[in-house]
Protein backbone atom coordinates (compact mmCIF):
# COMPACT_ATOMS: atom_id res chain seq x y z
CA UNK A 1 0.00 0.00 0.00
CA UNK A 2 2.83 2.41 1.21
CA UNK A 3 4.33 1.54 -2.22
CA UNK A 4 1.40 2.20 -4.54
CA UNK A 5 0.81 5.80 -2.57
CA UNK A 6 4.63 6.62 -2.98
CA UNK A 7 3.48 5.63 -6.86
CA UNK A 8 0.43 7.81 -7.27
CA UNK A 9 2.25 10.39 -6.11
CA UNK A 10 5.16 10.73 -7.76
CA UNK A 11 2.42 10.46 -10.43
CA UNK A 12 0.80 13.74 -9.37
CA UNK A 13 3.97 15.48 -9.43
CA UNK A 14 4.69 14.72 -12.57
CA UNK A 15 1.80 15.91 -13.53
CA UNK A 16 2.12 19.28 -11.89
CA UNK A 17 5.36 19.73 -13.54
CA UNK A 18 4.00 19.63 -17.07
CA UNK A 19 1.79 23.21 -15.51
CA UNK A 20 4.72 25.68 -16.43
CA UNK A 21 4.14 24.27 -20.15
CA UNK A 22 0.65 24.31 -20.45
CA UNK A 23 -1.91 26.63 -21.54
CA UNK A 24 -4.96 28.07 -19.15
CA UNK A 25 -6.94 25.14 -20.35
CA UNK A 26 -4.95 22.40 -20.64
CA UNK A 27 -3.82 24.00 -16.75
CA UNK A 28 -7.28 22.79 -15.98
CA UNK A 29 -7.63 19.30 -17.58
CA UNK A 30 -3.75 18.54 -15.66
CA UNK A 31 -4.87 20.13 -12.35
CA UNK A 32 -7.75 17.60 -12.79
CA UNK A 33 -5.93 14.57 -13.51
CA UNK A 34 -3.67 15.39 -10.36
CA UNK A 35 -6.91 15.91 -7.74
CA UNK A 36 -8.77 12.85 -8.91
CA UNK A 37 -5.44 10.73 -8.18
CA UNK A 38 -5.47 12.42 -5.33
CA UNK A 39 -8.52 11.78 -4.25
CA UNK A 40 -9.57 8.27 -2.91
CA UNK A 41 -13.44 8.82 -2.66
CA UNK A 42 -13.99 9.88 -6.06
CA UNK A 43 -13.17 7.50 -9.26
CA UNK A 44 -10.27 9.08 -11.20
CA UNK A 45 -12.63 8.02 -14.09
CA UNK A 46 -15.63 10.09 -13.32
CA UNK A 47 -13.56 13.09 -12.47
CA UNK A 48 -11.28 13.35 -15.32
CA UNK A 49 -14.33 12.78 -17.84
CA UNK A 50 -16.50 15.27 -15.94
CA UNK A 51 -13.59 17.86 -16.52
CA UNK A 52 -12.90 17.23 -20.35
CA UNK A 53 -16.49 17.09 -21.21
CA UNK A 54 -17.52 20.16 -19.28
CA UNK A 55 -14.48 22.18 -21.74
CA UNK A 56 -14.97 20.34 -25.10
CA UNK A 57 -16.42 23.13 -26.64
CA UNK A 58 -13.27 25.06 -25.71
CA UNK A 59 -10.54 25.46 -28.83
CA UNK A 60 -7.83 26.75 -27.03
CA UNK A 61 -8.44 24.25 -24.66
CA UNK A 62 -8.59 21.18 -26.81
CA UNK A 63 -5.40 21.63 -28.34
CA UNK A 64 -3.62 22.73 -24.79
CA UNK A 65 -4.98 19.62 -23.45
CA UNK A 66 -3.83 17.15 -26.69
CA UNK A 67 -0.28 18.78 -25.86
CA UNK A 68 -1.01 18.42 -21.91
CA UNK A 69 -2.12 14.09 -22.56
CA UNK A 70 0.66 13.81 -24.85
CA UNK A 71 3.44 14.56 -22.57
CA UNK A 72 1.32 12.91 -19.85
CA UNK A 73 1.50 9.70 -21.08
CA UNK A 74 5.28 9.98 -22.50
CA UNK A 75 6.45 11.00 -18.63
CA UNK A 76 4.58 8.24 -17.44
CA UNK A 77 6.18 5.66 -19.09
CA UNK A 78 9.35 6.71 -19.04
CA UNK A 79 9.32 6.93 -15.16
CA UNK A 80 7.85 3.23 -15.45
CA UNK A 81 4.23 4.75 -13.51
CA UNK A 82 2.14 1.30 -14.33
CA UNK A 83 0.63 2.20 -10.79
CA UNK A 84 -2.41 3.12 -13.30
CA UNK A 85 -4.61 0.91 -11.85
CA UNK A 86 -7.63 2.09 -14.46
CA UNK A 87 -8.43 5.34 -16.04
CA UNK A 88 -10.10 6.71 -19.32
CA UNK A 89 -9.20 10.14 -20.38
CA UNK A 90 -11.75 11.48 -23.21
CA UNK A 91 -10.06 13.77 -26.52
CA UNK A 92 -11.43 14.97 -29.11
CA UNK A 93 -10.63 16.47 -32.70
CA UNK A 94 -13.20 18.33 -35.08
CA UNK A 95 -13.29 15.02 -36.67
CA UNK A 96 -14.43 12.70 -33.98
CA UNK A 97 -13.96 11.47 -30.13
CA UNK A 98 -12.25 9.00 -28.85
CA UNK A 99 -11.40 7.20 -25.02
CA UNK A 100 -7.91 6.41 -24.39
CA UNK A 101 -7.96 3.62 -22.12
CA UNK A 102 -4.70 3.03 -20.05
CA UNK A 103 -4.78 -0.65 -18.31
CA UNK A 104 -1.44 -0.78 -16.56
CA UNK A 105 0.75 1.01 -19.04
CA UNK A 106 -1.35 -0.58 -22.38
CA UNK A 107 -2.85 1.89 -24.02
CA UNK A 108 -6.12 1.32 -26.44
CA UNK A 109 -8.40 4.29 -28.07
CA UNK A 110 -11.95 3.67 -28.31
CA UNK A 111 -14.33 5.74 -30.66
CA UNK A 112 -17.44 7.25 -29.41
CA UNK A 113 -20.21 8.90 -31.20
CA UNK A 114 -21.49 11.36 -28.64
CA UNK A 115 -20.19 12.47 -24.99
CA UNK A 116 -23.59 12.05 -23.85
CA UNK A 117 -23.89 10.25 -20.47
CA UNK A 118 -19.70 9.91 -20.54
CA UNK A 119 -19.72 11.89 -16.86
CA UNK A 120 -22.73 9.76 -15.68
CA UNK A 121 -21.85 6.47 -16.83
CA UNK A 122 -17.59 5.93 -16.69
CA UNK A 123 -16.15 3.35 -19.41
CA UNK A 124 -14.42 0.54 -17.77
CA UNK A 125 -12.32 -2.23 -19.83
CA UNK A 126 -15.12 -4.99 -20.42
CA UNK A 127 -14.46 -7.82 -18.89
CA UNK A 128 -13.90 -10.26 -21.87
CA UNK A 129 -10.70 -7.44 -22.78
CA UNK A 130 -9.34 -8.65 -19.35
CA UNK A 131 -9.37 -12.15 -19.52
CA UNK A 132 -6.40 -14.54 -21.45
CA UNK A 133 -7.25 -17.81 -22.52
CA UNK A 134 -4.37 -20.56 -21.48
CA UNK A 135 -4.61 -22.51 -24.77
CA UNK A 136 -2.41 -25.23 -25.51
CA UNK A 137 0.58 -23.82 -26.73
CA UNK A 138 -0.62 -19.88 -27.03
CA UNK A 139 -1.60 -17.76 -24.43
CA UNK A 140 -4.95 -15.98 -26.27
CA UNK A 141 -6.05 -12.45 -24.82
CA UNK A 142 -10.10 -12.49 -25.63
CA UNK A 143 -11.64 -8.97 -27.80
CA UNK A 144 -14.61 -7.46 -28.54
CA UNK A 145 -13.27 -5.80 -31.81
CA UNK A 146 -13.31 -7.65 -34.88
CA UNK A 147 -10.90 -7.97 -36.72
CA UNK A 148 -9.32 -9.65 -39.47
CA UNK A 149 -5.51 -10.47 -39.84
CA UNK A 150 -5.04 -8.58 -43.69
CA UNK A 151 -3.84 -11.08 -46.03
CA UNK A 152 -0.91 -8.51 -46.86
CA UNK A 153 1.29 -6.08 -44.97
CA UNK A 154 1.56 -2.65 -45.59
CA UNK A 155 5.18 -2.88 -45.73
CA UNK A 156 7.42 -5.50 -47.08
CA UNK A 157 10.25 -6.76 -44.72
CA UNK A 158 13.03 -5.03 -45.43
CA UNK A 159 16.60 -6.90 -47.16
CA UNK A 160 19.44 -6.94 -45.60
CA UNK A 161 22.83 -5.75 -47.51
CA UNK A 162 26.08 -3.73 -47.22
CA UNK A 163 27.09 -3.13 -50.57
CA UNK A 164 25.38 -1.30 -53.32
CA UNK A 165 25.19 -2.49 -56.67
CA UNK A 166 28.81 -0.73 -57.25
CA UNK A 167 30.26 -2.85 -54.80
CA UNK A 168 30.51 0.64 -53.03
CA UNK A 169 30.00 0.02 -49.18
CA UNK A 170 26.44 1.72 -47.84
CA UNK A 171 27.07 4.46 -45.46
CA UNK A 172 26.81 3.69 -41.86
CA UNK A 173 27.00 0.18 -42.58
CA UNK A 174 28.26 -2.48 -40.02
CA UNK A 175 31.18 -4.02 -41.70
CA UNK A 176 31.38 -8.08 -40.83
CA UNK A 177 35.05 -9.05 -39.36
CA UNK A 178 36.05 -9.60 -43.46
CA UNK A 179 39.92 -9.02 -43.34
CA UNK A 180 42.08 -9.02 -47.03
CA UNK A 181 42.68 -12.69 -46.53
CA UNK A 182 39.07 -13.60 -45.89
CA UNK A 183 37.86 -11.11 -48.79
CA UNK A 184 40.31 -12.93 -51.20
CA UNK A 185 39.66 -16.02 -50.54
CA UNK A 186 36.16 -15.61 -50.92
CA UNK A 187 36.37 -13.14 -54.30
CA UNK A 188 38.66 -16.51 -55.57
CA UNK A 189 36.03 -19.20 -55.10
CA UNK A 190 33.36 -17.67 -56.79
CA UNK A 191 35.87 -16.68 -59.71
CA UNK A 192 36.42 -20.20 -59.93
CA UNK A 193 33.37 -21.51 -59.57
CA UNK A 194 32.35 -19.16 -62.39
CA UNK A 195 35.19 -20.57 -64.74
CA UNK A 196 34.29 -24.42 -63.59
CA UNK A 197 30.36 -23.70 -64.61
CA UNK A 198 31.56 -22.24 -67.94
CA UNK A 199 33.64 -24.83 -69.21
CA UNK A 200 31.65 -27.92 -67.43
CA UNK A 201 28.44 -26.23 -69.35
CA UNK A 202 30.26 -26.31 -72.46
CA UNK A 203 31.79 -29.54 -72.08
CA UNK A 204 28.29 -30.76 -71.72
CA UNK A 205 26.89 -29.01 -74.62
CA UNK A 206 29.54 -31.12 -76.99
CA UNK A 207 28.46 -34.40 -75.65
CA UNK A 208 31.16 -35.33 -73.88
CA UNK A 209 28.92 -35.76 -70.53
CA UNK A 210 25.53 -35.97 -69.80
CA UNK A 211 23.65 -33.31 -67.82
CA UNK A 212 24.89 -30.46 -65.98
CA UNK A 213 23.94 -26.92 -64.21
CA UNK A 214 25.13 -24.06 -63.75
CA UNK A 215 25.22 -21.27 -60.42
CA UNK A 216 25.64 -18.64 -62.78
CA UNK A 217 24.43 -15.38 -60.56
CA UNK A 218 24.11 -17.26 -57.47
CA UNK A 219 27.80 -17.70 -56.72
CA UNK A 220 27.45 -15.30 -53.86
CA UNK A 221 25.42 -17.47 -52.11
CA UNK A 222 28.02 -20.53 -52.79
CA UNK A 223 30.52 -19.60 -51.37
CA UNK A 224 30.28 -16.45 -48.43
CA UNK A 225 27.70 -18.65 -46.99
CA UNK A 226 29.92 -21.86 -46.24
CA UNK A 227 32.90 -19.38 -45.25
CA UNK A 228 30.46 -18.46 -42.17
CA UNK A 229 29.70 -22.25 -41.21
CA UNK A 230 32.18 -24.65 -39.28
CA UNK A 231 33.23 -27.52 -41.44
CA UNK A 232 31.51 -29.63 -39.00
CA UNK A 233 28.39 -28.53 -39.51
CA UNK A 234 26.40 -31.39 -41.52
CA UNK A 235 25.12 -29.81 -45.09
CA UNK A 236 22.37 -30.95 -46.60
CA UNK A 237 22.39 -29.06 -50.02
CA UNK A 238 19.68 -29.01 -53.16
CA UNK A 239 21.63 -29.28 -56.29
CA UNK A 240 22.89 -25.66 -56.96
CA UNK A 241 25.49 -25.67 -54.11
CA UNK A 242 28.76 -27.15 -55.47
CA UNK A 243 30.41 -23.50 -54.24
CA UNK A 244 30.15 -24.74 -50.23
CA UNK A 245 31.77 -28.10 -51.53
CA UNK A 246 34.64 -25.69 -53.32
CA UNK A 247 34.91 -24.00 -50.17
CA UNK A 248 35.41 -26.94 -48.17
CA UNK A 249 38.17 -28.46 -49.92
CA UNK A 250 36.63 -30.01 -52.85
CA UNK A 251 38.90 -30.39 -55.82
CA UNK A 252 38.33 -29.18 -59.65
CA UNK A 253 39.43 -33.11 -60.51
CA UNK A 254 37.34 -34.72 -57.57
CA UNK A 255 34.33 -32.35 -59.66
CA UNK A 256 35.30 -33.31 -62.88
CA UNK A 257 35.80 -36.89 -61.68
CA UNK A 258 31.43 -37.18 -60.27
CA UNK A 259 30.15 -35.29 -63.42
CA UNK A 260 32.23 -37.96 -65.62
CA UNK A 261 31.53 -40.97 -63.59
CA UNK A 262 34.73 -42.51 -63.79
CA UNK A 263 36.05 -44.75 -61.33
CA UNK A 264 37.41 -42.26 -58.93
CA UNK A 265 34.12 -40.96 -58.24
CA UNK A 266 33.60 -40.98 -54.64
CA UNK A 267 29.71 -41.79 -55.92
CA UNK A 268 30.97 -44.32 -57.88
CA UNK A 269 29.22 -43.08 -61.17
CA UNK A 270 26.19 -44.01 -59.70
CA UNK A 271 24.77 -40.71 -59.58
CA UNK A 272 23.46 -38.18 -62.14
CA UNK A 273 26.37 -35.57 -63.15
CA UNK A 274 26.21 -32.55 -59.98
CA UNK A 275 25.28 -35.08 -57.79
CA UNK A 276 27.95 -34.55 -55.54
CA UNK A 277 29.16 -36.15 -52.11
CA UNK A 278 31.56 -36.33 -49.69
CA UNK A 279 31.71 -37.80 -46.17
CA UNK A 280 34.78 -36.48 -45.79
CA UNK A 281 33.40 -33.01 -45.83
CA UNK A 282 30.09 -33.30 -44.56
CA UNK A 283 28.32 -32.66 -47.41
CA UNK A 284 25.49 -35.45 -48.11
CA UNK A 285 24.55 -36.53 -51.59
CA UNK A 286 22.51 -34.42 -53.81
CA UNK A 287 19.15 -35.97 -54.64
CA UNK A 288 17.15 -34.84 -57.74
CA UNK A 289 13.66 -34.54 -55.91
CA UNK A 290 12.78 -31.47 -54.56
CA UNK A 291 12.94 -30.82 -50.62
CA UNK A 292 13.07 -34.31 -49.84
CA UNK A 293 16.63 -33.02 -48.00
CA UNK A 294 15.22 -31.27 -45.88
CA UNK A 295 13.20 -33.15 -43.42
CA UNK A 296 16.65 -34.94 -43.22
CA UNK A 297 18.70 -31.60 -41.99
CA UNK A 298 15.86 -31.64 -39.48
CA UNK A 299 16.35 -35.30 -38.21
CA UNK A 300 20.46 -34.67 -38.09
CA UNK A 301 20.02 -31.35 -36.42
CA UNK A 302 17.62 -33.27 -33.64
CA UNK A 303 20.46 -35.39 -33.09
CA UNK A 304 23.69 -32.77 -32.57
CA UNK A 305 20.51 -31.66 -29.89
CA UNK A 306 20.26 -35.23 -28.37
CA UNK A 307 24.04 -35.49 -28.00
CA UNK A 308 25.06 -31.93 -27.38
CA UNK A 309 26.53 -31.23 -29.88
CA UNK A 310 27.71 -27.18 -30.81
CA UNK A 311 27.09 -27.99 -34.43
CA UNK A 312 24.22 -27.20 -36.43
CA UNK A 313 22.67 -28.77 -39.74
CA UNK A 314 22.53 -26.14 -42.74
CA UNK A 315 20.14 -27.74 -45.91
CA UNK A 316 19.67 -25.63 -48.98
CA UNK A 317 16.72 -25.07 -51.63
CA UNK A 318 15.08 -23.09 -53.87
CA UNK A 319 11.74 -20.99 -54.13
CA UNK A 320 9.95 -23.67 -55.76
CA UNK A 321 10.82 -26.28 -52.87
CA UNK A 322 9.14 -24.14 -50.57
CA UNK A 323 5.80 -25.83 -52.35
CA UNK A 324 6.64 -28.71 -51.59
CA UNK A 325 4.79 -30.83 -48.34
CA UNK A 326 8.34 -31.95 -47.57
CA UNK A 327 9.35 -28.39 -46.87
CA UNK A 328 6.33 -27.47 -44.52
CA UNK A 329 6.62 -30.76 -42.62
CA UNK A 330 10.79 -30.06 -41.86
CA UNK A 331 9.70 -26.18 -41.13
CA UNK A 332 7.12 -27.18 -38.13
CA UNK A 333 9.16 -30.17 -37.01
CA UNK A 334 12.57 -27.90 -36.86
CA UNK A 335 10.27 -24.92 -34.60
CA UNK A 336 8.37 -27.45 -32.22
CA UNK A 337 11.15 -29.22 -31.35
CA UNK A 338 13.69 -26.31 -31.51
CA UNK A 339 16.91 -27.77 -33.46
CA UNK A 340 19.78 -26.25 -34.35
CA UNK A 341 19.34 -26.30 -38.28
CA UNK A 342 19.35 -23.41 -40.84
CA UNK A 343 16.99 -23.18 -43.81
CA UNK A 344 18.77 -21.25 -46.83
CA UNK A 345 16.11 -20.87 -49.56
CA UNK A 346 17.60 -19.17 -52.46
CA UNK A 347 14.91 -17.14 -53.97
CA UNK A 348 16.45 -16.41 -57.59
CA UNK A 349 12.23 -15.84 -59.05
CA UNK A 350 12.44 -19.06 -61.14
CA UNK A 351 11.19 -22.32 -60.07
CA UNK A 352 12.68 -23.87 -63.82
CA UNK A 353 9.90 -21.99 -65.67
CA UNK A 354 7.59 -21.13 -63.50
CA UNK A 355 8.10 -17.59 -61.65
CA UNK A 356 7.54 -16.77 -58.02
CA UNK A 357 4.38 -15.02 -58.45
CA UNK A 358 2.60 -18.42 -59.62
CA UNK A 359 4.29 -19.93 -56.61
CA UNK A 360 3.38 -17.86 -52.96
CA UNK A 361 1.17 -14.70 -52.76
CA UNK A 362 3.05 -14.12 -49.27
CA UNK A 363 5.54 -10.94 -48.53
CA UNK A 364 8.03 -13.78 -50.09
CA UNK A 365 9.17 -16.68 -48.18
CA UNK A 366 11.12 -14.98 -45.12
CA UNK A 367 7.49 -14.54 -43.98
CA UNK A 368 7.02 -18.12 -43.92
CA UNK A 369 9.81 -18.84 -41.63
CA UNK A 370 8.08 -16.11 -38.60
CA UNK A 371 4.90 -18.26 -39.81
CA UNK A 372 6.33 -21.05 -38.09
CA UNK A 373 7.77 -19.60 -35.32
CA UNK A 374 11.38 -18.85 -36.00
CA UNK A 375 13.79 -16.35 -36.16
CA UNK A 376 13.77 -15.17 -40.12
CA UNK A 377 15.95 -12.57 -42.03
CA UNK A 378 15.41 -11.52 -45.39
CA UNK A 379 18.79 -10.84 -47.18
CA UNK A 380 20.31 -9.77 -50.65
CA UNK A 381 21.65 -12.80 -52.01
CA UNK A 382 24.22 -11.17 -54.75
CA UNK A 383 25.89 -9.23 -51.61
CA UNK A 384 28.59 -11.53 -50.32
CA UNK A 385 29.30 -9.19 -47.53
CA UNK A 386 25.50 -9.29 -46.38
CA UNK A 387 25.57 -13.14 -47.03
CA UNK A 388 28.82 -13.92 -45.11
CA UNK A 389 27.23 -11.35 -41.90
CA UNK A 390 23.51 -13.18 -41.75
CA UNK A 391 24.92 -16.16 -42.22
CA UNK A 392 27.41 -16.02 -39.53
CA UNK A 393 25.05 -14.36 -36.74
CA UNK A 394 22.13 -17.39 -37.78
CA UNK A 395 24.96 -20.07 -37.22
CA UNK A 396 25.70 -18.50 -34.20
CA UNK A 397 22.07 -18.26 -33.37
CA UNK A 398 21.57 -21.54 -34.29
CA UNK A 399 24.62 -23.57 -32.79
CA UNK A 400 24.36 -21.74 -29.30
CA UNK A 401 20.60 -21.20 -28.31
CA UNK A 402 19.82 -24.52 -30.66
CA UNK A 403 16.80 -23.25 -32.36
CA UNK A 404 16.10 -23.30 -36.07
CA UNK A 405 16.85 -19.90 -38.37
CA UNK A 406 15.31 -18.88 -41.90
CA UNK A 407 17.18 -17.52 -44.31
CA UNK A 408 15.75 -16.25 -47.52
CA UNK A 409 18.22 -14.77 -50.05
CA UNK A 410 17.22 -13.08 -52.90
CA UNK A 411 19.22 -13.63 -55.91
CA UNK A 412 18.71 -14.50 -59.21
CA UNK A 413 19.62 -17.55 -61.74
CA UNK A 414 21.08 -15.86 -64.67
CA UNK A 415 21.76 -18.75 -66.26
CA UNK A 416 19.37 -22.02 -67.80
CA UNK A 417 18.05 -23.69 -64.99
CA UNK A 418 19.96 -27.12 -66.31
CA UNK A 419 20.99 -28.11 -69.66
CA UNK A 420 17.48 -29.33 -70.50
CA UNK A 421 16.68 -26.13 -70.00
CA UNK A 422 16.27 -23.16 -72.59
CA UNK A 423 15.36 -20.37 -70.54
CA UNK A 424 14.40 -17.84 -73.69
CA UNK A 425 10.97 -19.20 -74.05
CA UNK A 426 9.70 -17.97 -70.58
CA UNK A 427 11.49 -14.95 -69.43
CA UNK A 428 12.96 -11.65 -71.62
CA UNK A 429 16.10 -11.32 -72.68
CA UNK A 430 16.13 -7.77 -71.48
CA UNK A 431 15.80 -9.31 -67.82
CA UNK A 432 18.59 -11.66 -67.97
CA UNK A 433 20.96 -9.07 -69.18
CA UNK A 434 19.54 -6.60 -66.65
CA UNK A 435 20.58 -9.34 -63.70
CA UNK A 436 23.75 -10.20 -65.52
CA UNK A 437 25.08 -6.79 -65.82
CA UNK A 438 23.35 -4.74 -62.91
CA UNK A 439 23.97 -7.11 -60.02
CA UNK A 440 26.53 -10.07 -60.57
CA UNK A 441 27.96 -10.53 -57.39
CA UNK A 442 31.06 -11.44 -58.82
CA UNK A 443 31.68 -8.30 -59.93
CA UNK A 444 30.56 -5.84 -56.82
CA UNK A 445 32.62 -7.73 -54.84
CA UNK A 446 35.52 -7.52 -57.44
CA UNK A 447 34.66 -3.46 -56.57
CA UNK A 448 34.99 -3.64 -53.34
CA UNK A 449 38.01 -5.20 -52.62
CA UNK A 450 39.30 -3.00 -55.61
CA UNK A 451 38.40 -0.21 -53.69
CA UNK A 452 40.45 -1.64 -50.79
CA UNK A 453 43.48 -1.86 -52.24
CA UNK A 454 43.36 -5.68 -52.50
CA UNK A 455 43.20 -6.19 -55.83
CA UNK A 456 43.99 -5.01 -59.06
CA UNK A 457 43.41 -5.98 -63.21
CA UNK A 458 46.47 -7.92 -63.41
CA UNK A 459 45.53 -10.48 -60.68
CA UNK A 460 42.33 -10.38 -62.11
CA UNK A 461 43.85 -12.09 -65.35
CA UNK A 462 46.52 -14.23 -63.81
CA UNK A 463 43.61 -15.72 -61.84
CA UNK A 464 41.16 -16.41 -64.48
CA UNK A 465 44.15 -18.03 -66.47
CA UNK A 466 45.39 -20.10 -63.99
CA UNK A 467 41.64 -21.50 -62.95
CA UNK A 468 40.99 -21.95 -66.48
CA UNK A 469 43.92 -24.28 -67.20
CA UNK A 470 43.37 -26.47 -64.15
CA UNK A 471 39.31 -27.00 -65.01
CA UNK A 472 40.90 -28.08 -68.54
CA UNK A 473 43.45 -30.51 -67.23
CA UNK A 474 41.15 -31.40 -64.78
CA UNK A 475 38.71 -32.20 -67.93
CA UNK A 476 40.81 -34.38 -69.41
CA UNK A 477 42.24 -36.51 -66.92
CA UNK A 478 38.35 -37.38 -65.74
CA UNK A 479 37.85 -38.69 -69.58
CA UNK A 480 40.92 -40.78 -69.17
CA UNK A 481 40.12 -42.86 -66.41
CA UNK A 482 38.39 -46.10 -66.73
CA UNK A 483 34.59 -46.18 -65.32
CA UNK A 484 33.65 -48.35 -62.44
CA UNK A 485 32.63 -51.94 -62.93
CA UNK A 486 29.62 -53.40 -63.30
CA UNK A 487 29.49 -54.67 -60.07
CA UNK A 488 29.51 -52.10 -58.23
CA UNK A 489 25.82 -50.95 -59.06
CA UNK A 490 25.22 -54.19 -56.35
CA UNK A 491 27.61 -53.05 -53.41
CA UNK A 492 27.48 -51.39 -50.18
CA UNK A 493 24.04 -51.05 -49.72
CA UNK A 494 23.78 -54.48 -47.85
CA UNK A 495 26.65 -56.35 -45.89
CA UNK A 496 25.39 -59.16 -47.76
CA UNK A 497 23.34 -58.86 -51.00
CA UNK A 498 20.14 -60.68 -50.67
CA UNK A 499 18.93 -63.33 -53.16
CA UNK A 500 16.61 -60.57 -55.18
CA UNK A 501 19.87 -58.45 -55.75
CA UNK A 502 21.64 -61.49 -56.45
CA UNK A 503 19.18 -61.87 -59.27
CA UNK A 504 18.85 -58.93 -60.87
CA UNK A 505 23.12 -58.76 -60.77
CA UNK A 506 22.78 -61.85 -63.37
CA UNK A 507 20.13 -60.60 -65.49
CA UNK A 508 22.12 -57.91 -66.29
CA UNK A 509 25.06 -59.45 -66.87
CA UNK A 510 23.33 -62.06 -68.97
CA UNK A 511 21.71 -59.05 -70.99
CA UNK A 512 25.30 -57.16 -71.39
CA UNK A 513 26.73 -60.73 -72.90
CA UNK A 514 23.79 -60.77 -75.36
CA UNK A 515 23.77 -57.26 -76.29
CA UNK A 516 27.44 -56.20 -76.44
CA UNK A 517 27.02 -53.57 -79.50
CA UNK A 518 24.20 -51.99 -76.94
CA UNK A 519 26.49 -51.58 -73.84
CA UNK A 520 29.41 -48.77 -73.52
CA UNK A 521 32.31 -50.68 -74.29
CA UNK A 522 34.58 -48.83 -71.70
CA UNK A 523 32.56 -49.99 -68.50
CA UNK A 524 34.48 -52.92 -67.01
CA UNK A 525 32.33 -56.45 -66.88
Known amino acids: MAAFS ?38 PLKRIGTSVVRNRRDRSFRESWRSSLHNFFFSAWASKLDCLSECAIFASSAKASQILFCKRGNFKAWPLNSCKGFASEPQTVPSSEQEVLD ?20 TSIPCYRLLDDNGQLIKASYVP ?21 TIFYEAQRQGRFSFYMTTTGEEAINVASPAALSHNDMVFPQYREPGVLLWRGFTLQQFANQCWGNGADNGKGRQMPIHYVSRELNY ?6 IATQLPQAVGAAYSLKMDKQPFCSVTYFGDGGSSEGDFHAAMNFASVFEVPVLFMCRNNGWAISTPASEQYKSDGLVIKG ?45 GHHSTSDDSSKYRSAEEIEHWKLRRDPVLRLRKWIEDNGWWNIEE ?54 RYPKDYPSDVPI
Open 6 to 43: TSRRSMSRSLYSLKSTSSTGGLAAVTSIAAANSDTNRS
Open 135 to 154: FPGVRVRYTTDLEFIHEAAS
Open 177 to 197: EVDQALGLKIYKNMVTLQVMD
Open 284 to 289: LTVSSP
Open 370 to 414: QSYGMCSVRVDGNDALAVYSATRAARKMAAEQCKPVFIELLTYRS
Open 460 to 513: EHNLRADVRAQVLSAVQNAESMKKPPLSDLFTDVYDSPPENLKMQERVTRDFVQ
